[in-house]
Each structure stands twice: as structure tokens, then as C-alpha cells.
């Protein structure tokens, strides 16, 4: 069932896997030549002594473009962080598939949006007003070469 995540996962030569520490805030982590398992899932995930993680919901995103930061790939896998034998697994819930850039821009430009409006709403937040001639000025002057 995992083997298409394992498959786009080997294109990644690192990977980043996020959940949250013991105060409930996230905390990341590279992981280099990740061995997920096809079969389970299963992947092993090590973490410095220092970061108090803690066993719930994680997410292994891999990422990639060029130098201009063009040619976009993206993918991620969603599951969670369990501790096993004294040290820490990640097991997959959920697989997100390779997209391009225009699909991740996309992606990224919509759950962005929602995610803002949800954190907006649950704290009874009015959204901030956005002084557009402002930004356009800044835009102009930066397309001319301008201080």
C-alpha cells in the first residue's frame, strides 16, 4: 500500500519531518537517506536528545527545485510519531503524491488562505487591512531599480 510513497519518497536525498514538542509547539527535523519501509510505512526517525518530542501527529514532507528556486516537486506524507524500543518511528496515515510547481503554488496559495482564515476565526480576529498602494509603490520602485 506504501509503496508509491516509498518510491517518491527515494527521490528525495533528505526529507523533513515536523510534529510537536512536549509544550505542544512544532518542532522540525531533517533526516538523511530516509528508509521508509514500502510495506508498513514505517519509517525511522532520529531525533537530537534535546528536542522533547512527543508521540501524535507528524508530517515527512520532501521538497526540491533549482537554484532559481523554479522546477517545483514536492510531496508529503501524513501520520504519526510513535516512541518504539528508545527511539522514534514515523507511521503513514496518508500519502500526498509528487505535484509541480504549478500544483504546489496552488496548493500552498489555497491551504495558506484557509489556514489563515481559520486562525482568524477561532480567535475572533478581524484580518488586518493590507495598504495595497503601498505595496505597488514598493513594487514599482524595486522594478526600477529605485531606493
Known amino acids: 500500500m506504501w509503496a508509491e510513497a ?9 526529507v523533513v519531518v515536523t510534529t510537536v514538542d512536549a509544550d505542544g509547539y512544532p518542532v522540525s527535523i531533517r533526516q538523511t537517506a530516509p528508509r521508509y ?3 508498513t510505512g514505517q519509517m525511522p526517525v532520529v ?3 534535546d528536542f522533547a518530542v512527543t508521540e501524535g501527529s507528524a ?3 520532501g521538497h526540491s527545485h533549482d537554484e532559481k528556486l523554479w ?28 505535484s509541480g510547481m504549478l500544483v504546489a503554488f496552488w496548493r500552498l496559495s489555497k491551504n495558506g488562505r484557509a489556514a ?13 487591512s493590507v495598504n495595497w498602494d503601498a505595496l505597488h ?9 529605485e531606493s
Not at 516509498?6 to 533528505?14: G, N
Not at 489563515?116 to 488586518?128: H, I
Open 71 to 98: 522546477n517545483l516537486k514536492t510531496m508529503q506524507i501524513k501520520g504519526r510519531l510513535e516512541r518504539r524500543a528508545g527511539g522514534w518511528v514515523f507511521i503513514s496515515t496518508a500519502f500526498t503524491p509528487p
Open 116 to 128: 489563515g482564515r481559520r486562525y482568524l476565526e477561532k480567535r475572533s480576529v478581524t484580518p488586518p
Open 47 to 49: 531525533w537530537p536528545p
Open 37 to 39: 519501509d514500502a510495506e
Open 137 to 145: 509603490e514598493l513594487q514599482r520602485r524595486a522594478r526600477n531599480g
Open 6 to 14: 516509498a518510491e517518491s519518497l527515494a527521490a528525495f536525498p533528505e
Open 59 to 61: 508530517i515527512v514532507l
